[in-house]
């Protein structure tokens, strides 16, 4: 960025942004003033450039009319956030496809990221690369946890909080003789994300193996934001419709009623995809007038059958201590079906990104630091 560009920020943006204490508590860095507190007719009055800051860095003073208010900036400060003459640029939140590395099955083969759970726990930079391998390719595999009954909870509890929900702080995912969910069978279950029918959705999942005996339950795989940049290529009004048009999901059971309306496919303010929802076990009826019931069924089974193509999905196979963390709004997960013969027994739980990726931070900050 050139000078001029950040010599000229915009009079509201530069004044919201004073870093000095009587705008900013120095001990937390929290804004003291409303909006509405700024004077009408704010204006930078004199500016003087090589004025330290108050740390002795580079910075710019600007004094401000009508109300005297001195602020300094720091220049590095100025230079990596003043918005350019051209337009802000859009940095991504993390979240949308714009900050992720998409795969198919054949890019991850032989390359899975994994961690095992000794190195995870005793090396931060294992952290550090595990938690990373979670937002950028959407899922980290850890090896040789505990096969111990409640493990997935520590396992969360490492990066994040668990989210209970009706299924418990945990879940169990074996054979049960009255199941409310076709997990807890020996079917086959097709890719899908979890909850969709909760809104907020778990932005995470938790599945550890604590057995996996059984002929068949062998995992799978499918990165969503692929498949939904594959349908924006191909097809880009059914990709629209799909982001567009409220979809229910619903759960019941005899204690629970859980009802969620959202697309498919949701996208940010700039059209980045930034959450899938995709379970036909659960999704409900559409009610919306027949032309959009119409081009709304078209365009599910365009994206449908790019989700259920075998070249996108990465098979694998959980062994005991094996936990797999994943982003529950981004990948769809899926396992083969099970015979009579033989145990499987996983335990499941639920967490959520935000924790995650303020954990991946503060370790990233510590790295920075030694
Ligand atoms: C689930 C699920 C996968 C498995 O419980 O949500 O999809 O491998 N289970 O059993
Ligand atoms: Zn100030
Ligand atoms: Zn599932």
């Known amino acids: 960025m050139t000078a001029t560009e950040t010599s000229r920020p915009p009079a509201l943006w530069l004044r919201d942004n004073c870093p000095c204490a009587d705008c900013r508590d120095p001990r937390n860095g929290q804004k003291l003033f409303q909006i509405t507190d700024l004077p009408e007719g704010l204006a930078v009055g004199e500016v003087r450039e090589d004025m330290p800051t108050a740390d002795g860095r580079p910075g710019r003073e600007v004094v401000w009319e009508p109300d005297g208010h001195r602020s300094v900036y720091p220049a590095d400060w100025l230079a990596a956030h003043a918005p350019g003459a051209g337009g802000p640029p859009h940095p991504g939140d993390g979240r949308t496809e714009a900050d992720k590395e998409l795969w198919t099955a054949a890019d991850l083969r032989g390359r899975l990221p994994e961690a095992s759970w000794d190195a995870y726990i005793g090396d ?43 299924y418990g702080e945990l879940f169990e995912v074996r054979v049960e003789a009255d199941p409310n969910n076709l997990a807890f069978t ?45 349908l924006r290529a191909q097809d880009p009004d059914a990709f629209a419709v799909l982001t567009r048009v409220p979809v229910e999901f619903a759960f019941a059971d ?33 009610h919306q007038p027949a032309p959009v019931v119409e081009e709304f069924y078209a365009a599910y089974r365009r994206f449908a059958e790019l989700l259920l193509r075998p070249a996108l999905q990465l098979d694998f196979r959980l062994t005991p201590g094996d936990c797999l963390v994943f982003d529950n709004t981004r990948l769809l997960h899926a396992r083969t079906a099970f015979a009579e013969s033989g145990a499987r027994h996983l335990q499941g739980a639920y967490a959520d990104l935000d924790g995650l990726l303020s954990t991946l931070a503060v370790l990233r900050r510590e790295g920075n630091r030694s």
């Not at 700039?270 to 999704?283: A, H, M, Q, T």
Request: charged share 30%; glycine share 10%.
């Open 124 to 166: 931060r930079r294992v952290r550090e690369g595990t938690l990373e391998s979670v937002s950028r390719l959407g899922f980290a595999l850890l090896r040789g946890v505990p096969p111990r009954d409640r493990m997935v909870l520590d396992v969360a509890r490492t990066f994040g909080f668990v989210r209970e929900t009706n």
């Open 186 to 230: 020996r079917a086959r279950i097709t890719p899908h994300t979890d909850n969709p029918y909760r809104d907020p959705v778990p932005t995470l999942q938790l599945l550890h193996c604590l057995n996996n005996e059984a002929r068949g339950g062998d995992s799978g795989l499918v990165d969503g934001f692929h498949a939904a940049a594959l």
């Open 254 to 286: 005899a204690r629970t009623e859980l009802r969620a309306h959202r697309p498919l496919i949701d996208v940010d303010g700039l059209g980045r995809v930034r959450e899938i929802r995709f379970n036909n076990r659960s999704i409900g009826t559409l």
